[in-house]
């Protein structure tokens, strides 16, 4: 008989992942679960979401249950020195990153990655939704997750073919709910826990207080305006809104008012009318394609720009330097600055990159 | 237990022992046949404290003691909390005594005790220096006594580093001083005499499970004298002499009267067994991992206890490696939560950053062979070289 195959599993104390590692176990892998003790500020570590000592104790019981080894591994230094710097570093400078997507390239699929594999591992699997196959070449893909609902395809457009090589995602065939029924017929103790969401280290608080707390000079009072330059009221640093917030503007106004930009250069946050909101045309930089090469330019796809967006159809084109522009065929209102615009044919994710302020355009 | 259905070699003696089939037996009677609460006036209840009384007759015989020295805990941390309270509130009482002096390689149930009673009760703190093995001297414990000082604490046998002090030294310097003198020698106990006569100390701390005992229970002795007089800390029904309240664990106390008996007995033996068997590993690593070192005394070490650094190498990671190749060891603390904290007592003996995350604990017991240490001398250049190229 030949060896075994070996599989590290990113725990998290979680269903997904729980399940994940239960699924692999029936599929013949050795098993081995690994959880990441990431970055929680001092004094708040029992508030973050994915690896405070409660979560540990579940992994933990969860990995008793399925008889396979489990071992927290430190990366708080390495979070902290990537995630947590990219997500404040991003809002000093007026836009609204997605650590997640940092946290995946450099964390798990990297400094994780590279633990399994010094552990003589053959994979890394997470308890991710989305699907992994190959093309007539052999090319690793990453397709969107059965349960469309929950695909988590636009997080991992980050990976490349090297990674993928290494990749396990078992949860992705599979409906959410289903995740949830194995889980109680193994009689793990994760199956009704609530969906994790928001940014593990922020824990329940707010990420304005935090944004507060670590980069004071965020508190940054500019003007309101309307699109003609009319000032209608005062805002209270850029960093605190989103494009297509409503909420929270402070202003009386005979019409909903909408966030449409925020303005970097005269620090001012810029409002309109609903119809006045969305844009057609982004740019994205920081490219990364999943096959290793670029389509051929110009060429239309779906896009999404947020993890919880429908994609829609649009044109797009290649520049120099890592970057695209699309041409969406309908106005999206909430392109944000910061986010992912990820690229798919169908049901395969192609890349993406990070959208850039439309000053840039 | 897993599904990695390999070899699974214990070399973590010091964390923990199995029970001895021979303790087991004689702990069995006392859950269901002798069952009573020692306190009652019946005889169920006078059959378990005959059972408990017995037990104190042979801890007190192994440790040269009276049996009215003898005081059941429930594990070697509880005693150095008993101890170090006890004493520091009792001495600020009787005779406004201050001062407490400890090393800084304590097992963290003597170092977080004194700290918290420096924090919370303003109990001057002082730390004694120690050489690059980790080691006390007496000279320097005598140089720093005060008519204040409350409490002496110093480690018999290193957990982390194995080092031995020179206990009985230094209790004959506090003797004369008429200051107590205690030692936590729950990491010793199972290798090194625990006379209290010849080790000239006032409080001893033994934690049964460290000698092939039960886990839970544990010892403190404490000398009658008129100088050592104790505060309880766990008030109630005024069981052991009203230092430690609290329903007697019966059989778990036969246990480790037991254990202790037969560590007496065997305790050379084993030495004689293991001893060879932790030169050759210490030899065979030194010599074939490139920039490791031996932490802790060469000689005067236990001499089942074995421990290292390794240069830029994640000792976390080392640890998680040799479990998957089947061998299971510590840093020398337990950090099972990942949390990668140079320890107190490796930056006590000079050891920086990089050295020190890089701790390997590799301790032997009775179960260890020839043929275990051969296996894991075979693995262990492997995953200190890949660990190397991790970082």
């Known amino acids: 008989m030949s060896k075994r195959e ?39 570590e029992d508030d973050n979401r994915c690896c405070t000592p409660n979560a540990i104790a579940k992994a933990r019981r969860v990995s008793a249950i399925l008889g396979i080894p489990l071992y927290v591994i430190d990366a708080k230094q390495v979070f902290y020195d990537t995630v947590v710097r990219y997500f404040l570093d991003g809002y000093a400078r007026g836009i609204t990153p997605n650590p997640c997507l940092i946290c995946n390239r450099q964390i798990r699929w990297e400094f994780l990655l590279q633990r399994a594999l010094a ?9 991710h939704y989305v699907r992994l196959s190959q093309d007539t070449c ?36 599979y409906q959410k709910s289903q995740v949830r029924q194995i889980a109680e017929e193994l009689g793990l103790p994760v199956a009704n826990l609530p969906d994790s ?18 980069i004071p000079q965020v508190v940054d009072p500019g003007p309101i305006l309307n699109q003609n330059g009319q000032k209608l009221g005062e805002h209270q640093g850029l960093a605190f809104y989103t494009i297509g917030q409503r909420k929270g503007l402070g202003i009386a106004s005979p019409v909903p ?22 844009i057609k045309d982004l740019m994205a930089r920081n490219l990364n394609w999943v096959s290793g090469e670029p389509p051929t330019s110009p060429f239309r796809a779906l896009v999404k720009i947020r993890s919880t967006a429908q994609p829609v159809w649009g044109s797009i084109t290649l520049l120099e330097d890592r970057s695209l522009t699309i041409q969406l065929d309908q106005p999206l209102r909430d392109i944000t600055p910061g986010q992912a615009a990820v690229i798919y044919d169908d049901e395969i994710c192609l890349g993406g990159g990070i959208i850039t302020e439309p000053a840039v355009v | 237990m897993n599904n990695l259905s390999r070899r699974k070699i214990y070399l973590d003696y010091a964390a923990t022992t199995p029970v001895d089939a021979r303790v087991i037996e004689t702990m069995m009677p006392y859950f269901r046949e002798v069952f009573g609460n020692p306190s009652s006036i ?38 150095d909390n008993l101890a170090l309270r006890g004493i520091a509130f009792g001495a600020r009482l009787g005779r406004q005594a201050n001062h407490i002096l400890i ?9 977080r005790t004194a700290q918290q009673l420096a924090e919370l009760h303003k109990f001057e703190l002082e730390y004694l220096p120690v050489d690059r093995y980790g080691m006390v001297s007496p000279q320097e414990v005598e140089k720093r006594l005060r008519p204040s000082t409350a409490l002496v604490s110093i480690i018999y046998g290193n957990n982390e580093i194995g080092t031995v002090n020179p206990v009985g030294e230094i209790g004959e310097i506090c003797q004369s001083h008429s200051i107590p003198f205690h030692t936590d020698a729950v990491q010793a106990a199972a290798y090194m005499p625990v006379d209290v006569k010849q080790l000239h100390v006032d409080l001893l701390s033994l934690g049964g499970h460290k000698f092939y005992g039960p886990k839970g229970v544990g010892v403190l002795f404490v000398r009658k004298s008129p100088e050592i007089h104790l505060a309880p800390t766990q008030t109630g029904g005024g069981q052991e002499f009203g230092l430690r309240a609290g329903t007697h664990n019966v059989p778990l106390i036969t246990g480790l009267a037991k254990a202790l008996e037969l560590t007496q007995v065997e305790r050379e033996q084993r030495a004689e067994n293991l001893k060879p068997l932790r030169d050759h590993l210490v030899g065979s690593i030194l010599e074939t991992i490139p920039d490791s070192l031996l932490t802790g005394h060469p000689s005067q070490r236990l001499p089942n206890h074995a421990s290292f650094v390794f240069h830029n190498v994640d000792g976390n990671a080392l640890l998680m490696m040799l479990d998957v190749e089947g061998f299971a060891c510590s840093s020398g603390s337990a950090c099972k939560t990942g949390n990668p904290e140079p320890s107190d007592v490796l930056t006590a003996i000079g050891l920086d950053h990089d050295w020190a995350l890089g701790s390997l604990r590799v301790t032997l017991g009775v179960g260890t062979t020839e043929k275990q240490i051969d296996q894991f001398l075979h693995v262990l250049p492997g995953v200190v070289e890949r660990l190397r190229r991790l970082i």
């Open chain 2, 42 to 79: 019946h005889e169920f209840g006078q059959q378990a404290e005959a059972a408990l009384e017995s037990a104190r007759e042979q801890v007190a015989k192994v440790l040269n003691c009276q049996t009215d020295e003898v005081i059941f805990t429930g594990c070697g941390s509880e005693s």
């Open chain 1, 119 to 127: 552990l003589e591992a053959d994979f890394l699997a997470t308890g």
């Open chain 1, 138 to 173: 052999g090319r690793f893909q990453i397709r969107r997750a059965f349960d469309h609902s929950k695909d988590q395809s636009y997080i991992l457009h980050v990976l490349n073919q090297e990674k993928l090589a290494h990749a396990r995602f078992p949860i992705g065939e």
């Open chain 2, 103 to 111: 090393s800084p390689v304590e097992h963290h149930a003597v170092l």
């Open chain 1, 197 to 214: 969401q928001d940014l593990c280290f922020l824990g329940a608080e707010d990420y304005r207080r935090f944004l507060i707390r670590n």
């Open chain 1, 257 to 278: 008012l909408y966030v449409i930009k925020k303005d970097g250069r005269q620090n001012a946050l810029i409002v309109g009318r609903q119809e006045e909101l969305g």
């Open chain 1, 6 to 44: 070996r599989v590290v599993v990113a725990m998290s104390g979680g269903v997904d992942s729980s399940v994940a590692a239960a699924i692999l176990l029936q599929q013949g892998y050795e098993v081995i679960g690994m959880m990441l003790r990431l970055w929680s500020e001092s004094g708040r």
